[in-house]
């Protein structure tokens, strides 16, 4: 809780010992780079990066975007079966996603530190998992592997409007919403296990509607 008062505290100071800086030093003015976090104040991780965003303003009221996120995690239990309890028994399980959003957005020239804008991105999802399952062979001598993989790939466009408030120089604040579609294909259910291959089919997916992100958007530019 210390932390969170002195990042809030940090960011109100900001406002107050910038109030005399011209109006241009803080809004881009093109040529600008920005990199872009979620800032969620009063959450258990206050600054997250697990959709980091970079962007690049080509004029003042003209930015590039890309969006991006990496996740990967994997798992490994062991138990111990057989007559003698002497067999080892693992289970291990993967996953793998990510995720590119390029866009563009066009700024209007709202106040000296407000500068909203409209905007589009393109969605690219691409998630994996592998699990890898052990068990006791008929005779209880030994394991048999079953593996299970699947997937799937998203694709999307979305419509945003925004706005961002430079509280200090170069460095603002901001929100933003969305109203798009997303179109998912769910990858094949592969089972392999002594030396056959199940294979079920899975559908797909599409969503149309609005969409939020509940965090703020903190970012600045270099």
Known sequence: MKK???????????VF??????????????????IEVNFSPLGGSPI??????????TSSDMAIRVGFSV????????????????????DKSSEFGLTINPG??????????LSPYVGAELNFTLTSSTDLDQELNTAGTGTD????TNGSTTFGLNL???TDWYFSKHIYMGTEVGFGFASTSNADTETSGGGTTVTTPNGSSFNLGPNFNSAIRLGFLF
Not at 48 to 57: C, E, P
Not at 145 to 148: A, D, L, M, S
């Open 4 to 14: 969170r008062v002195l990042l809030i505290a940090a960011i109100a100071a900001g």
């Open 160 to 162: 945003v409007i925004g």
């Open 71 to 90: 996740s990967t995690s994997s798992n490994t239990d062991i138990t111990l079966g057989g007559a003698n309890n002497d067999i080892e028994i693992e």
């Open 104 to 113: 563009i957005e066009k700024h209007f020239a709202g106040t000296d530190r």
């Open 17 to 34: 010992t910038t109030s005399n800086v011209n109006a241009q030093d803080f809004k881009p003015a093109g040529g600008e780079k920005n």
């Open 145 to 148: 592997e079953v593996e299970t």
């Open 48 to 57: 997250s990066i697990n959709n980091l965003r970079l962007r690049y303003f």
